[in-house]
């Protein structure tokens, strides 16, 4: 990997900088450096503006031929983008044109300048290459690692070129309006041992290692979704404290409000209020936890017909349709973060539920919108970071589970934060994957992001893959489906949620539980896909060794096993955990 050339942009002028030396322009002065650091490399760009200037494009670009097999994992954009690794000649999918307009701003759709066709890759805040199942060098061993130093003044785009062979490091600051010095890009390059490597990345960012032992709760959204109560709450409550099991949080999802945005005032169906349900949750030995997407609001709520005011505006001035949800009464818009009142108000509905009601955790969903439409001295990434921390300030010692956020803005931020799409009741959601809609709801979606990015567990945050399905009525996953979704989630997050009856569990149901919850908190050596959609996870239990194998596919898989010295047949969905 080689340094190629790095390009500044302003003010409809190009200028080639070099790393190290006087790059002093009669608009700016750039502070460009290289050095080693922790075994690799960093790379840092400082921009101090002498005038006012619009930035159009800041890159730094190496020379990287990489051999066939290669594999380059892309990091989408938020929680919900699915995330994994691609080879060099596969294509991103893109959002079919027609289907853009009514699906609204999830993703990196509406961010210009990310090239997409076979051989173009792209990654946000990190990126790492692998070839042949997680080997780069000789000894079969080693990767290659790229990561941001600073996400808080802007989010950092990878990119790779396969038919030139260029990697490219670019900030996403594309017209900002900059009058001051300005950290802008900085990251690190390193090699080695894939958990060795994300140990010194996070080293270096001085991330605090969250060492919460992995937890276990309820939730209400995937059997009940937003057709919930008090009375239905309870009844749930009741056969979680009645399990058995070593359950820590008891979560209200979506639909305790009036309206989405209007968190004060509660819907009918809670007689006794929320302060009420915590009191009682809290008094069942569980941990209360409550949904809330403090940065949106539903066009049908209250607060958008009095506070229209508060709303993020298109160039024509009127609200910016941040996305589109049924459940919801159809569009929702986002809150322009940088309005006093709006950030008052937010003041006031945590004071709200923390303070008053009593909720221990809160799940903050839909945390995206609140960078859609960065004012113009700011970029995505400064606005996403600054929310963040005004989140975690409002939140203090209580927890934070962190939703469709980019995940680099999570970082030490979130005490948990979804690192995959939503589990769908079935194993794919046919409609949005023909739609090649990214942030779907998924489950094969959710596991492979949950696989790509389960390096961040402990390190960045404690990871949330999203919830089990082990019940048999109102769901559609087979049994080995349902198994696979419990394997992959217990062994590679350490917050694993469900929505199921407990009291309706066979013996069978929560024998299944039991034997996920024993491998809970397993020191991960290794992820690697063997074939495509199919990975074998080895881990550490109890000073002795395993390996868990994960067909995603809807065919059989064959494979010589190291742990048998056979040949292992796995059925479609099939996955099983043996001893090395």
């Not at 190629?4 to 502070?31: C, H, W």
């Not at 922790?38 to 031929?65: A, M, N």
């Not at 080997?135 to 941001?148: I, V, Y």
């Not at 390059?189 to 001085?206: A, N, S, V």
Request: charged share 20%; with cysteine; net charge neutral.
């Amino acid at each position: 990997m080689h340094f190629r050339q790095a390009i500044l942009k302003i003010d409809n002028k190009t200028y080639l900088l070099a790393p190290g030396r006087s790059n002093s322009f009669d608009e700016i002065y750039v502070d460009f450096q290289n050095q080693p650091e922790s075994g690799g490399e960093r790379w840092s760009v400082f921009l101090h503006p002498k005038q006012d200037v619009t930035i159009q494009r800041l890159e730094i670009q190496f020379d990287l031929p990489l051999p066939p097999g290669a594999r380059f994992f892309a990091n989408g954009f938020q929680s919900w983008s699915e995330s994994r690794l691609y080879g060099l000649n596969e294509t991103i999918p893109r959002l079919r044109a027609f289907a853009g307009k009514h699906m609204g701003l999830y993703g990196d759709e509406h961010i210009p300048g990310i090239p997409y066709g076979r051989g173009y890759l792209h990654s946000w805040t990190y990126t790492y290459i692998t070839v042949d199942g997680g080997r780069l060098t000789a000894d079969g061993s080693e990767m290659l690692f790229m990561g941001s130093l600073n996400e808080s003044t802007g989010f950092t785009l990878f990119l790779y070129d396969r038919p030139n062979a260029i990697f490219t490091v670019r900030k996403d600051m594309d017209g900002l309006q900059l009058a001051h010095s300005f950290p802008a890009l900085d990251f690190w390059i390193g090699q080695g041992r894939e958990p060795e490597l994300f140990d010194r990345y996070f080293q270096i960012l001085g991330t605090p290692r969250f060492a919460d032992p992995p937890a276990l709760g309820w939730t209400s959204w995937y059997r009940h979704f937003n057709r919930i109560s008090e009375e239905i709450l309870l009844q749930n409550l009741d056969g979680v404290a009645n399990s058995g099991l070593p359950f820590q949080y008891f979560q209200v999802d979506d639909g305790w409000q009036a309206a989405v945005g209007d968190w004060l005032t509660v819907k009918s169906g809670f007689p006794n209020g929320m302060g009420a349900l915590a009191q009682t949750i809290r008094a069942r030995g569980l941990s209360p936890g409550i949904w809330l997407a403090p940065f949106v609001a539903a066009k049908n709520s209250d607060l958008v017909r009095k506070h229209p005011d508060w709303l993020l505006k298109n160039a024509k001035g009127q609200p910016l349709k941040a996305g589109w949800n049924p459940m919801w009464g159809g569009w929702y818009y986002a809150l322009d973060f940088y309005n006093n009142e709006v950030r008052n108000h937010l003041g006031g509905v945590f004071h709200a539920i923390l303070d008053r009601w009593g909720y221990e955790m809160v799940k903050l969903d839909f945390l995206f919108a609140v960078s859609i439409a960065p004012p113009p001295g700011k970029t995505r990434g400064q606005v996403m970071h600054e929310a963040m921390e005004f989140l975690r300030k409002l939140v203090g010692t209580k927890k934070i589970l962190a939703c469709g956020v980019p995940l680099g803005a999570a970082f030490g931020l979130a005490d948990y934060c979804r690192i995959g799409g939503d589990i769908h009741l079935a194993w794919e959601h046919r409609l949005l994957a023909f739609l090649r809609f990214r942030e779907r709801v998924s489950s094969i979606a959710s596991l492979r992001s949950t696989l790509g990015r389960w390096q961040l567990n402990g390190r960045a945050f404690h990871n949330d893959p999203d919830v089990f399905v082990l019940r048999n009525e109102r769901q559609a996953l087979s049994l080995q489906q349902q198994h696979t979704v419990l394997t992959i989630n217990a062994l590679l997050g350490n917050l694993l949620f469900s929505s199921d009856d407990f009291s309706q569990y066979s013996p069978e149901q929560m024998s299944e539980v039991q034997a996920a919850l024993e491998i809970r908190g397993s020191r991960i050596l290794s992820v690697a896909e063997l074939q495509q959609d199919f990975y074998r996870i080895e881990f550490e239990n109890e000073g002795a060794r395993y390996q868990a194998l994960c067909n995603l596919n809807s065919r059989s898989v064959e494979l010589p096993s190291t742990a048998t010295k056979s040949v292992i047949s796995l059925q479609a969905f099939e996955s099983m955990v043996l001893k090395i």
